[in-house]
């Protein structure tokens, strides 16, 4: 069987990370792009292609492709998880964050798509799996840029289901609830910081915080070759958030 292929964004630390992880654990031969280097997930992956790249810049978007390409020869599956999430009160969102949310969030997963989509469509089929979040429905007080960004990403998701369909490539999204990454540690797991992960489990239909790996299930049955009729969909993975 011809080896499938994946790249993740975002994916130095975190849930890119665990992502990365995991497909390779499946065989797939894995590149992962972040702003940084990956030394963490290059320890844990068997050739693992590093790719320093910001995915708000398309000329760095085209040379980290080029790469892929050498290394690979085909592209299967990209999974667009990098991502910006500021905590700030409505007031003090300046418009330079707000576009810079944007950007990060919903620009550059459509940029990503945009680029990948030759590869795919030469390989014959693919699998595009946007990161988008529970804050969607629960809708965070403090995270306005973000939600705004991720429902855009929704939004994206289905269009290019639409789209891109015809190529069989699916596009699907997945919208986790707070999970236990370093970041969200920093940023929203302080309780009383607009909300913490003791008030997230109150509003949870089940027990316990969200680890990184609680996602990994649901990626793997997306990118699935048996997947092919799940597109344009959000698959909530948030233990049954209801509530903010
Ligand atoms: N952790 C959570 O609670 C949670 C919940 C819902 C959704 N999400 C989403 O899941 C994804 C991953 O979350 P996480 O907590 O693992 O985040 P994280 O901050 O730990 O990791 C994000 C990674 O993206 C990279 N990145 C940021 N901007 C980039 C850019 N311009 N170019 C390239 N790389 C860039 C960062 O360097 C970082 O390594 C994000 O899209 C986030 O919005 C996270």
């Known amino acids: 069987m011809e080896t499938r292929t994946a790249l993740v964004t975002g994916a ?6 665990e992502f990365a ?4 654990g499946r065989g797939y031969r894995v ?3 972040d ?10 992956i ?4 590093e790719l320093v790249a910001d995915v708000t810049d ?20 990209l999974v667009n998880n990098a991502g910006a999430d500021p905590e700030a009160d409505v007031e003090d969102i300046t418009p330079e964050e707000w576009r810079r949310v944007m950007r990060v969030n919903l620009e550059a997963p459509f ?3 945009r ?25 965070p007080p403090t995270r306005v840029a973000y939600t705004a960004s991720k429902a855009g990403l929704i939004g994206l998701t289905r269009a290019l289901a639409s789209a891109l369909g015809p190529y069989d490539i699916t596009v699907n999204a997945i919208a986790p609830g707070m999970v236990r990454t370093r970041t969200a540690e920093r940023t929203g797991g302080a309780v009383g910081s607009g909300g913490g992960f003791e008030h997230v489990r109150a509003h949870q239909a089940v027990p316990g915080t969200q680890e990184p790996c609680d996602l990994v299930s649901t990626l793997l049955y997306v990118v699935d070759e048996g997947s092919g009729f799940l597109t344009g969909q959000t698959l909530d993975v948030a233990g049954g958030s209801a509530c903010w």
């Open 12 to 17: 130095a630390q975190g849930l890119g990370q």
């Open 21 to 24: 992880v995991a497909l390779a």
């Open 31 to 33: 590149a992962g792009l």
């Open 35 to 44: 702003l940084v280097p990956q030394r963490e997930t290059a320890d844990r």
């Open 46 to 49: 068997l050739d693992y292609v």
């Open 58 to 77: 398309e000329a760095q978007i085209g040379g980290a492709l080029e790469r892929v390409l050498e290394q690979f020869g085909t592209l299967h599956v």
């Open 111 to 113: 940029l990503m798509a």
């Open 115 to 139: 680029a990948v989509l030759p590869y795919l469509k030469a390989a014959g089929r693919g699998r595009i799996v946007n990161i988008a979040s529970a804050a969607v429905p629960t809708a």
